[in-house]
């Protein structure tokens, strides 16, 4: 995939300051982000995350899917190694967009779950494609990832377009009792590997506003 680096600034968040680096996919004009902290092009493999956008869950507290969390843990982590990159990849709903999404959890309301509902709308479970990540990585010097994910889909996708995936780092955070049976068939039908056993009951998604309570 051809794809343009645009520009670079800094980004301040409650877990540090990142260098945004803005990319536009020719073509389809598609937007994408890498958030990087530290020295990322010495040759030395760097902690990262792709992350797929969840407008519902990265942006609106959703506690249906996992992502809002992941986002915040992949933050979090590259912030406490000091050095990483978060990939943030405007592929919606894996891929189906944003509006899709809201039918297929329409579906999911009425029983459906989330691999069901996307076939019940004439889409394949996981519409993704990792394409653009290789020349963004490249384009930051960075030759080789430790990858923070539980979908072995994903580390075959990304190792098939050309990234060196050293490692995969598990990403295991914020089960709760709405995205149990989610996460649940994530883990039967689409191969993640993620934790069963007993459910975490509270209904509190742990909000970074609320860690400087618990601290
Ligand atoms: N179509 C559809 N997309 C969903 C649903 N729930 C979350 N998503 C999207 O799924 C994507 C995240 O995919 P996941 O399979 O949760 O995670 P992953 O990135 O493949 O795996 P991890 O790296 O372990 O997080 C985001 O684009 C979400 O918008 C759903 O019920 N239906
Ligand atoms: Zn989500």
Redo the contacts with the bound molecule.
């Keep these: 995939m051809s794809i343009q680096f645009i520009a670079s600034s800094k980004l301040p968040t409650p877990f540090g300051v990142f260098t945004m680096h803005g990319f536009e996919e020719a073509g389809t004009g598609k937007e994408h982000v890498a958030l990087t902290m530290g020295d990322v092009s010495d040759g030395e493999p760097v902690l990262a995350r792709a ?4 407008l ?2 990265d942006a609106l507290f959703s506690m ?4 809002g969390y ?1 986002l915040e843990e992949a933050l979090r982590a590259v912030a406490e190694a000091g050095r990483g990159v978060v990939l943030y990849l405007r ?4 891929g ?1 967009g944003l509006l ?2 809201i039918r ?2 329409n579906l ?1 309301d009425q029983g459906a779950d ?1 691999v069901e ?2 076939e019940q709308l004439g889409f394949g479970a ?1 519409m993704r494609n990792y394409s653009m990540c290789q020349p963004m990585l490249d384009q930051l010097g960075i030759k080789a990832i430790r990858l ?4 072995p889909r ?1 580390v075959k996708a990304l190792s098939d377009a050309g990234v060196d995936v050293v490692e995969r780092v598990p ?1 295991e955070v914020g089960r709760n009792p709405h995205n149990d049976s ?1 996460l649940k068939t ?1 883990a039967s039908k ?1 191969g ?1 590997y993620l934790p069963q056993g007993d459910v975490p009951q509270s209904d509190d998604r742990p909000l970074i506003s609320h860690q400087d309570d618990d601290a």
Excluded at 51 to 54: D, Q, V
């Design positions: 992350h797929s956008e969840c519902t869950g249906r899917c996992d992502c992941q592929q919606e709903g894996r189906i899709n999404k297929a959890y999911q989330t509902a996307n996981d923070m994910t539980n979908n994903k990403l989610y994530k689409l993640h």
